[in-house]
């Protein structure tokens, strides 16, 4: 842990941190090979790259201020090549944006090629991140590769229907750990096997409780 790595990605190996300890997991596919250990270059240089990506951000946002357009930028990527260098601008807004107004302006402040892109529900949480109620980051900005559908029925099934904003993700849709986790609760009923009592399926110890004399219960 702690040891700087070559990630590989489509635009080139990434400098990443070794933030978990080795581990055994059963995996359906390969994990990706990475390409070496980073040296002091190749962390320096990312170290780099991040205060320009800030730098681009926060000019983004300066120009969409100064434009006065309805939209909020929340993050951007950079990509440099021989060709050039693009930059990805991700924003969201309450309605369409025309985008003409906004690239000429942002193309001549950034000096690169720009490609907005608006995002929507999920895709939102996902490139913003954040803190679940569980206290962790979001799932959909760590380990999930793709945000997906989560049917309500999923919610009738782990008893959470009482209460919407328990069952809300930081995205204002349902949680995707729903989703994942609902193979767990089902397992768990089938291996519980239901109880018989005399009014009926149900729990036994909440069956015995309700049985007890009410002086029973105030003396415990």
Request: net charge negative.
């Amino acid at each position: 842990m702690g040891s700087w790595l070559l990630y590989p990605t489509p635009d080139g190996p990434l400098v990443c941190r070794c933030v978990w300890g080795p581990e055994e997991v059963d995996l359906d596919g390969k994990l990706p090979t990475c390409p070496g250990v980073a040296d002091d270059a190749a962390v320096a240089a990312a170290a780099r790259d991040r205060r320009n990506r800030a730098e681009i951000l926060e000019t983004a946002r300066r120009t969409v201020e100064d434009l006065g357009v309805d939209m909020e930028v929340l993050a951007v990527d950079l990509v440099e090549s021989d060709g050039g260098r693009v930059i990805a601008v991700y924003f969201r807004a309450p309605h369409r944006v025309e985008f003409a107004t906004i690239v000429g302006p942002l193309a001549g402040r950034l000096h690169a090629r720009i490609d907005l892109r608006q995002l929507r529900g999920r895709d939102t949480a996902r490139v913003v991140g954040g803190v679940g109620v569980c206290g962790r980051s979001l799932c959909c900005s760590t380990f999930l590769p793709e945000p997906l559908t989560v049917p309500n029925r999923l919610v009738n099934e782990q008893g959470m229907v009482s209460n919407p904003l328990v069952v809300t993700g930081a995205c204002g849709k349902l949680m995707c750990c729903l989703r994942y986790e609902s193979p767990y609760y089902a397992d768990f009923e089938a291996a519980l096997g239901e109880a018989r009592v005399p009014d009926g399926p149900g729990c036994p110890l909440v069956s015995a409780c309700s049985r007890r004399p009410h002086q029973e219960h105030k003396d415990a």
